[in-house]
């Protein structure tokens, strides 16, 4: 049986397309919107990925993000932009 609601989704940050391994996002009516987006990051090498990438990460905050939903069996496409309120 095929998922009918299967959509193929695309994340970009700051303008640049950005690989990620979750992604929710929740619109609710009269409401703010929210998305949580889980990025890959580099493997651990005996060392700590936070304190390598900490200011590359931080720097995110503030910035565009656009995740674009195409629908796989109509290809009708949905597109959400938000900005980068927290890193965690």
């Known amino acids: ?12 940050i700051d303008g640049d397309n950005r690989n990620y391994t ?5 619109q609710k009516f009269g409401q703010h919107h ?6 890959l990051c580099s493997p651990l090498v005996k060392e700590n990925v936070w304190h390598h ?3 590359e990460m931080i720097a995110l905050q ?5 995740i674009r939903m ?6 009708d496409e949905s597109i959400f932009k938000g900005i980068i309120t927290s890193i965690g």
Not at 22 to 26: M, N, P, Y
Not at 70 to 75: L, Q
């Open 53 to 55: 990438e900490r200011e």
């Open 70 to 75: 195409k629908h796989e069996f109509s290809g």
């Open 34 to 39: 929210y998305f949580d987006i889980e990025v």
């Open 1 to 12: 049986m095929e998922d009918w609601n299967q959509v193929h989704a695309t994340v970009s």
């Open 62 to 66: 503030g910035k565009t993000v656009v």
């Open 22 to 26: 979750r992604i929710s996002l929740v």
